[in-house]
Nanobody, 122 residues
Framework: QVQLVESGGGLVQPGGSLRLSCAAS????????MNWYRQAPGKERELVAD????????NYVDSVKGRFTISRDNAKNTVYLQMNSLKPEDTAVYYC???????????????WGQGTQVTVSS
């Protein structure tokens, strides 16, 4: 089965940095784009960043451009989100996501991590 396990969240002051990690298993990691979503209290879940399977193309929501960097290490089956210059409005639960065909399955499905809390506050 597919597993996505996030780590690295926590409490940080405005202007600070965090690096989130998502360890993936259960599918051929390098074949699939990986995504980071976030959901703040009272708001809809939004796509923050995505990265193609080989890591050659990345995309970001406008509000994080220049501050966040998504990357991946296919040898470790891990995707990262480096978050710099954090703002209170970045406070949210951050989720790792993939739309992928799991090992031994025939069709793709959406898979989500459990989420990791990021709180930006002074």
């Amino acid at each position: 089965q597919v597993q996505l396990v996030e780590s690295g969240g926590g409490l940080v002051q405005p202007g600070g940095s965090l690096r989130l990690s998502c360890a993936a298993s259960g599918f051929t990691f390098s074949r699939y784009a990986m995504n980071w979503y976030r959901q703040a209290p009272g708001k809809e879940r939004e796509l923050v960043a995505d990265i193609t399977g080989a890591g050659g193309t990345t995309n970001y929501v406008d509000s994080v451009k220049g501050r966040f960097t998504i990357s991946r290490d296919n040898a470790k089956n891990t995707v990262y989100l480096q978050m710099n210059s954090l703002k209170p409005e970045d406070t949210a639960v951050y989720y790792c996501h993939v739309f992928a065909v799991a090992h031994f399955r025939l069709t793709p499905a959406h898979y989500w991590g459990q989420g990791t809390q990021v709180t930006v506050s002074s």
